[in-house]
């Protein structure tokens, strides 16, 4: 008796102790929490099912004659960027695309999230021959410290046209049209449709009136949201993603024949200017699509054997972030986290990360094995190089730091936030006006209001964190570190053992 007890007792210990070491996370609720970020980011009057409920409706008249309320502040301050908005929401499109089954409950808020930013694009595209492309003076904006509820800066819309074009920003509302369009799809075709419309004519638009937004916009997107990588590689990332939600060989042509157009910018700039002479494609973000590209392409080309340079390329972007890669571009900190020039620098490790695991799919289903000089790269091997990065941002680091707010023991506590480190309306109704938020940024207290989900642009390469309202390069969030980030969370929610 005692000897079956204890035969029956051991293997069940060591199960337990082995999921001890492989569960460190709880991804679910990770996952919860980074949809919940986007709540705190809303502009415009907010819906009675709001959960983060110390945000109140803000900037109520954004767009003068035009309706342009609603949309997303794209980081710490209270500006809509549209271009990383937009790539923010094909990102949250994405994230429901492949991983939208295992969410759970949780796919219902992040379809929420996307439509919070589709409505508002709606409207921003709702005259033809013009697209906004960001409403308020980011100039005004950043010399404040002013809650959004409270602001009182200049409003102005931002827009591009036929005669002064924008093809960059454009083409990426078309992405993030056409990507929601498929999200959509399941639960309302309706909607879906509309969506699908938009975006073939946001899309045709951006192609047909060819231009950087920095020409006519310069002063006001430049240094913010400056285009440094060109328009070429979002008029294919537009065509790609509308080639996925139509399957209209216009597209597809579209993509094989002007994807040469990407190798010109052997040398480009990253999303921080930053000059970055590896090839372009081992560089994604808001700025440039080109890995992105060659990933969505080669997964969709999923049973036709390769007939341009997308597989290839794709392999290549692999082969320049593995650490142990002989053509590796990127860099590590002792702890394990991927760095790139430039600030907000989680923004690589959580986009870069989720290409990565979704190309790995794409390996699944052609049985392959990637080639990186001797060294031999498999499925499995992308995997756990994402779920490291994922693993390091929520705790797993030399601080014992979890770098979402809320997640964990150990969390940013004064991040760059105007809303989280301003009191909330109910503490403190009296308008607070833009001056008179100084005393709260320079306070060394923690922020009043928690903003759930966000996670920070991260430690230093030597794996520090100052936790300073003032050092923006590490604390502040934005919606585009969150977005892939949501994906590859839901992903490791269901697929926790390696
Ligand atoms: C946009 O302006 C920046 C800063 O002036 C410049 O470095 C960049 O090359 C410009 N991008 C394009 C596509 O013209
Ligand atoms: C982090 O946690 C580990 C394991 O619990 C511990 O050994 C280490 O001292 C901690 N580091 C810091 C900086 O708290």
Known sequence: MNLVQSLLILPGMMVSMVVG????????????????????????????NQRMTWRKDSALQDGLQVDLTGGYYDAGDNVKFNFPMAFSTTMLAWS?????????????????????????????TSIPGYVFTQVGDPHSD????????????????????????????????????????MAFRPSDAGYSARLLKRATM????????????????????????????????????????????????????????????????????????????????????????????????????????????????????????LPDSPTK????????????????????????????????????????????????VNRYRLIQFARDQVDYILGSNPLNMSYMVGYGKNFPKRIHHRASSLPSIDKHPRHIDCKGGSSYFESNNPNPNLLTGAVVGGPDIKDSYADSRADFVHSEPTTYINAPFVGLLAYFKSNASP
């Open 202 to 321: 946001v899309f045709e638009f951006a192609d047909k009136y060819k231009g950087s937004y920095n020409g006519s916009l310069g002063p006001w997107v430049c240094p913010f949201y400056c285009d440094f990588s060109g328009y070429e590689d979002e008029l294919l990332w537009g065509a790609a993603w509308l080639f996925r939600a139509t399957k209209a060989t216009y597209y597809w042509n579209y993509v094989v024949n002007n994807i040469h157009d990407l190798e010109k910018y052997s040398i480009i700039k990253n999303v921080n200017g930053v000059s970055y002479t590896g090839g372009s494609f081992a560089e994604f973000g808001w700025d440039s699509k080109h890995a992105g590209i060659n990933v969505l392409v080669s997964r969709i080309m999923e049973n036709s054997p390769s007939s341009g340079p997308f597989v290839q390329n794709a392999d290549k972007f692999v082969c320049s972030l």
């Open 96 to 124: 429901v695309l492949e991983f939208g089954k295992t969410m759970g409950s949780d796919q219902k808020h992040a379809l929420d999230a996307i439509r919070w930013a589709t409505d508002y694009f709606l409207k921003a």
């Open 21 to 48: 070491v492989v569960y460190s996370h709880d991804y679910g609720d990770a996952l919860s929490k980074s949809i919940l970020f986007f709540e705190g980011q809303r502009s415009g009057k907010l819906p009675p």
């Open 329 to 376: 571009l990127v860099s590590y900190s002792p702890g394990g986290l991927l760095f790139k020039l430039g600030g907000s620098n989680l923004q690589h490790a959580t986009a870069l990360s989720f290409l990565l695991v979704v190309y790995s799919r794409y390996l699944k289903q052609t049985d392959r094995v990637i080639h990186c000089g001797d060294v031999i």
């Open 142 to 181: 950043h010399n404040c410290w002013e809650r959004p509820e409270d602001m009182d800066t200049n409003r102005t819309p931002y827009s591009v046209s036929k005669q002064f074009p924008g093809s960059e920003v454009s083409a990426e509302i078309a992405a993030a049209l056409a990507a929601s369009s």
